[in-house]
C-alpha cells in the first residue's frame, strides 16, 4: 500500500476544539490537517483519497502516555512492532514508553538504541521515558528527546528502584524536566509481603501493596514537588486516599492520571480472571473506583493511561506470588472509555480530552490533540453505534490475552490515522506506515 499524503475525510461526525460534535470534511495535506469544514463540503482533486465517514466519529488520535512495549530485552512478551499494531487497532497513534527493558533506559546511549529501533518498526509516533537510578548518572537530566525522568519509588527491583527520600530529594532538586514517578512506598510493601508470606490467592496483592503504601509514596512525592516546584506527574494513581489528597492539595505544576483498569475493574476482578488481574499498584475496590471516577470528571486527575504490561498467559499461569504483575490495555483503551460514554458515565469530548489534548499539553508535545489546521494529522474514526466484544483471537498484542475479553464494548476504530497516512482500516494494518518520534517543548 502507498501512504496516504492527502485525504479528505467525508461527512465525518468531528470533534472540534470547541467539545462540540459537527459533521463535517477534513482535508489532510502532507501529514498535517490542512482545513476542517462544516458549513460547505470541501473540494479536492483526483489525487487526493476521500475516506467516507458518515455515521463515523472522528477524534484526536489517542496518545497513550504510560506503556511498557518491552524491547528491547523482552520480546518474547512484546515487541515495538507487535505493540505499535495494537495500538493503530486501538486508535492509539502516539505513545510514551517506559525504561524498565533490558538494558534499562537510562543512558543516551540506551535512549538511541530504542529510537532507531522504533523508527525502523513502529507504526505510529513514539517518544520514551528516561528511568532514574539511585547513581543519579547526568543523561536522566540531559538525554534528548524523553518526555521525562521515571522514577519507581516503589514494586520494583533492582537499579530502577528508588526509594529514599534523600536520593529523591536530590533528583527533585536538580533541573527542571518533569518527574514521572509510580508512587508506592517500598518499605511498607516489603513489610506486608512477609506479614502476608505463604499466601498463593492473587487478591492477597491488594492488601499487600494496600490503599496506604501509594497514600504515602504520594504524599512524598508530592512534598518534595513543592519544596522544589518541580513539575510531577503521579503514574496511574489507584486510590480515592490519593484522589482526595489531591482535591485538597494540587499545585498548578503537579498532574495525575489513571488506568480504565483502575476505573472499571476492582479486587472482584480476582475472582474471575485470576493472577490476570494482578498489576501495580493493584486494583482497588468498587468505592476506590467511584471516587476516581469523579475525580477524573472534577479535573482533579487530568488523563488516562494504560500502563499496557503484558506478559505471557505461561508468566501469569505460575503461582502468586511468582507470577508477575501487569495487563496489556493499547488495544481496548478507547472503547473501554468511549462504551462509558455512551451508557452516559462521561462525554465523549471528555474521553477526547483525557486521551490526547490533556496529555499532549502536560508532556508539551507540539501540534497534537486537536482537530484543527496546522496539527498533525493523527486521528481516529470510531463507530459508536456497533457493539463488538474482546476476544482473544482478534488481539494484536503479542501476550494474546486481554483482562477485559468479554466484555462488549462500542467506540472500535474503524479508521486510523498517523501523519495522514491510513495506519489502520477496517481490521487491517498496514504494516508500511512508520511513525515519528515525539518532540517535547522544554
Ligand atoms: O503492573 C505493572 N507492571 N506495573 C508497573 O508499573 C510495571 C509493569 C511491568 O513492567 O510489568
Redesign the pocket.
Known amino acids: 500500500m502507498q501512504p496516504d499524503l492527502s485525504l479528505l475525510i467525508r461527512q465525518a461526525q468531528i470533534l472540534h476544539p470547541d467539545g462540540q460534535l459537527r459533521v463535517g470534511d477534513v482535508l489532510i495535506r502532507g501529514g498535517t490537517i490542512e482545513q476542517v469544514a462544516t458549513e460547505i463540503p470541501l473540494e479536492a482533486d483526483e489525487t487526493v483519497r476521500e475516506i467516507d465517514a458518515q455515521g463515523l466519529t472522528l477524534l484526536p488520535g489517542v496518545i497513550d502516555p504510560q506503556v511498557?512495549f518491552r524491547e528491547p530485552g523482552l520480546e518474547h512478551k512484546e515487541d515495538l512492532f507487535t505493540a505499535s499494531c495494537a495500538c493503530a487497532k486501538g486508535g492509539v497513534t502516539s505513545f510514551l514508553e517506559?525504561p524498565?527493558t533490558r538494558p534499562l533506559t537510562t543512558t543516551q546511549a540506551a535512549l538511541d538504541d530504542k529510537l532507531q529501533r522504533a523508527a525502523q518498526k513502529c507504526v505510529v509516533n513514539y517518544g520514551f521515558f528516561i528511568g532514574a537510578t539511585a547513581e543519579l548518572l547526568p543523561d536522566i537530566l540531559e538525554a534528548k528527546p524523553a518526555c521525562g525522568i521515571k522514577i519507581?519509588m516503589g514494586?520494583?527491583h533492582g537499579p530502577l528502584l528508588m526509594s529514599e527520600e534523600e536520593v529523591l530529594d536530590k533528583i527533585f532538586s536538580q533541573g527542571s524536566r518533569l518527574i514521572a514517578v509510580?508512587a508506592e512506598n517500598q518499605a511498607r510493601i516489603q513489610e506486608r509481603r512477609q506479614q502476608f508470606a505463604g499466601i498463593t490467592d492473587p487478591a492477597i496483592h491488594s492488601q499487600i501493596q494496600d490503599n496506604q503504601a501509594a497514600l504515602e509514596a504520594t504524599e512524598l512525592a508530592l512534598k518534595l514537588s513543592k519544596k522544589y516546584q518541580r513539575r510531577l506527574h503521579i503514574l496511574?494513581l489507584s486510590t480515592a486516599e490519593e484522589a482526595e489528597l489531591l482535591r485538597q492539595d494540587k499545585p498548578a505544576w503537579v498532574t495525575a492520571e489513571v488506568t480504565p483498569q483502575h476505573l472499571l475493574l476492582n479486587t472482584s476482578a480476582y475472582e474471575t480472571i485470576g493472577t490476570l488481574a494482578q498489576?501495580?499498584p493493584p486494583l482497588r475496590s468498587p468505592h476506590d473506583n467511584e471516587v476516581l471516577w469523579q475525580a477524573l470528571k472534577d479535573g482533579v486527575l487530568d488523563f488516562i493511561a494504560t500502563?499496557h504490561?503484558p506478559?505471557t498467559l505461561e508468566e501469569k499461569a505460575q503461582t502468586y506470588p511468582n507470577t508477575?504483575?501487569?495487563?496489556p490495555g493499547v488495544e481496548t483503551s478507547l472503547p473501554l472509555m468511549l462504551t462509558q460514554a455512551m451508557q452516559g458515565r462521561c462525554t465523549v469530548a471528555q474521553v477526547a480530552n483525557w486521551m490526547s489534548t490533556a496529555v499532549a499539553k502536560a508532556y508539551r508535545i507540539p501540534n497534537k490533540g486537536a482537530i484543527a489546521p496546522g496539527y498533525d494529522a493523527d486521528l481516529v474514526l470510531v463507530d459508536l453505534h456497533t457493539y463488538h466484544p474482546v476476544r482473544r483471537e482478534d488481539l494484536l498484542t503479542k501476550c494474546g490475552w486481554s483482562p477485559f475479553e468479554g466484555w462488549n464494548l462500542t467506540g472500535w476504530p474503524v479508521v486510523t490515522i498517523v501523519g495522514g497516512q491510513v495506519v489502520y482500516e477496517h481490521g487491517k494494518v498496514n504494516t508500511e506506515v512508520r511513525g515519528k518520534a515525539l518532540t517535547f517543548d522544554a
Open positions: 511498557h517506559m524498565n519507581f514494586s520494583m509510580h496511574h498489576m501495580n500502563d504490561a506478559h508477575p504483575s501487569g495487563m
